[in-house]
């Protein structure tokens, strides 16, 4: 079992950063490869961001290649997902989530966070 929880999410002007952490319950952590999700208003949730679990792999959505980060530090359980040059589009919630691989990581995550909200004005 894995609990998530995510933080710094908030509103940022368009142009701005944002780093959102996912801290994970458990001893378990470092084998899970992770991932991040978002879900903007009347939209689909989509997936956004993976890392494997020694962070030697990631992967991005097309959306937001060259603008976000993800990142994991294994000694403190907590994944990391940096974004920049944010744009109103990526108004959403954001939410982390586990799952046994990468693949899994970006189609059907075992363990998922509640959520943080971003908001980018115009």
């Known amino acids: 079992q894995v609990q998530l929880v995510e933080s710094g999410g908030g509103l940022v002007q368009a142009g701005g950063s944002l780093r959102l952490s996912c801290a994970a319950s458990g001893r378990t952590f470092s084998s899970y490869a992770m991932g991040w999700f978002r879900q903007g208003p009347g939209k689909l949730r989509e997936f956004v961001a993976g890392?494997?679990?020694?962070?030697?792999?990631?992967s991005y959505a097309d959306s937001v290649k060259g603008r976000f980060t993800i990142s994991r530090a294994n000694a403190k359980n907590t994944v990391y997902l940096q974004m920049n040059s944010l744009k109103p589009e990526d108004t959403a919630v954001y939410s982390c989530a586990a799952a046994v691989s990468l693949v899994a990581a970006q189609r059907n995550p075992q363990y998922w966070g509640q959520g943080t909200q971003v908001t980018v004005s115009s």
């Open positions: 890392v494997s679990y020694n962070g030697a792999a990631t």
